[in-house]
């Protein structure tokens, strides 16, 4: 079974320039992540997504982050302008859609690391 | 939003011995789940134990859930060298669909 895919692995850009990350998810998975880790700090959710609706993006920077997942299966999450503070690794997570044959577990990708310079 | 805290912050020990990490969370759960990563990579399941389950093996870890304390703990016996990493443990809050909340982890050293 293949992973969860994430491009690009690296990522280092001007403050105030635009970047994007897109994931692809392990088939048949409804439900996508995207979290923001800082280094050092555990991984913080910035937007959850079931099939290609939105569940929580209340911790998604609006003014600069967007995120869509066209047709429930790959996601794209965008930055623009990035700042400084937006130095991380974002992680792109799936899971099967909730009920008795769903484990909770998360899948992860290997994460894009972005530095702003 | 409730999040899991890991302690200690740090550990280190000598590879055959156990490591034991510990979870506090602030609200009801439907589940607690156990990750590790390491160093430049993914998150990787561990093991998910459910909020009416009490204790739980795979291998040689073992994972407690104490709901009236808001506590988990996960222990990891006969430690190898490559079991050094970051382990993080994440709640589901009850009520809340998936949204699985991370602590800030325990980084674990095992010396050879």
Same mark, same amino acid.
């Given at each position: 079974? &293949?992973?969860? &895919?994430? +491009?690009?692995?690296?990522?280092?850009?001007?403050?105030?320039?635009?970047?994007?990350?897109?994931?692809?998810?392990?088939?048949?998975?409804?439900?996508?992540?995207?979290?923001?880790?800082?280094?050092?700090?555990?991984?913080?959710?910035?937007?959850?997504?079931?099939?290609?609706?939105?569940?929580?993006?209340?911790?998604?920077?609006?003014?600069?982050?967007?995120?869509?997942?066209?047709?429930?299966?790959?996601?794209?999450?965008?930055?623009?302008?990035?700042?400084?503070?937006?130095?991380?690794?974002?992680?792109?997570?799936?899971?099967?859609?909730?009920?008795?044959?769903?484990?909770?577990?998360?899948?992860?990708?290997?994460?894009?690391?972005?530095?702003?310079? | 939003?409730?999040?899991?805290?890991?302690?200690?912050?740090?550990?280190?020990?000598?590879?055959?011995?156990?490591?034991?990490?510990?979870?506090?969370?602030?609200?009801?759960?439907?589940?607690?789940?156990?990750?590790?990563?390491?160093?430049?990579?993914?998150?990787?399941?561990?093991?998910?134990?459910?909020?009416?389950?009490?204790?739980?093996?795979?291998?040689?870890?073992?994972?407690?859930?104490?709901?009236?304390?808001?506590?988990?703990?996960?222990?990891?016996?006969?430690?190898?060298?490559?079991?050094? &990493? +970051?382990?993080?443990?994440?709640?589901?809050? &009850?009520?809340?669909?998936?949204?699985?909340?991370?602590?800030?982890?325990?980084?674990?050293?095992?010396?050879?």
């Amino acid at each position: 079974e &293949a992973g969860v &895919a994430q +491009s690009p692995r690296y990522k280092i850009i001007e403050k105030r320039q635009s970047v994007a990350f897109w994931c692809n998810p392990i088939s048949g998975h409804a439900t996508l992540y995207w979290y923001q880790q800082i280094l050092g700090q555990g991984p913080k959710l910035l937007i959850q997504f079931q099939n290609n609706g939105v569940v929580d993006d209340s911790q998604l920077p609006k003014d600069r982050f967007s995120a869509e997942r066209l047709k429930g299966v790959d996601s794209t999450l965008k930055i623009q302008p990035a700042k400084l503070e937006d130095s991380a690794v974002y992680l792109c997570a799936s899971s099967l859609v909730a009920g008795s044959l769903n484990t909770g577990e998360l899948f992860f990708g290997e994460g894009s690391r972005l530095t702003v310079l | 939003s409730q999040q899991g805290e890991e302690d200690p912050q740090a550990l280190s020990i000598q590879e055959g011995e156990n490591a034991t990490m510990n979870c506090s969370y602030k609200t009801s759960i439907n589940n607690l789940q156990w990750y590790r990563q390491n160093s430049g990579r993914g998150l990787v399941h561990l093991i998910l134990i459910r909020s009416n389950e009490r204790e739980k093996h795979s291998g040689r870890l073992r994972v407690t859930l104490d709901t009236s304390k808001k506590s988990s703990s996960l222990l990891i016996t006969a430690s190898r060298a490559a079991d050094t &990493a +970051s382990y993080f443990c994440a709640t589901d809050e &009850a009520g809340y669909g998936q949204n699985f909340v991370f602590g800030p982890g325990t980084r674990l050293s095992v010396l050879p």
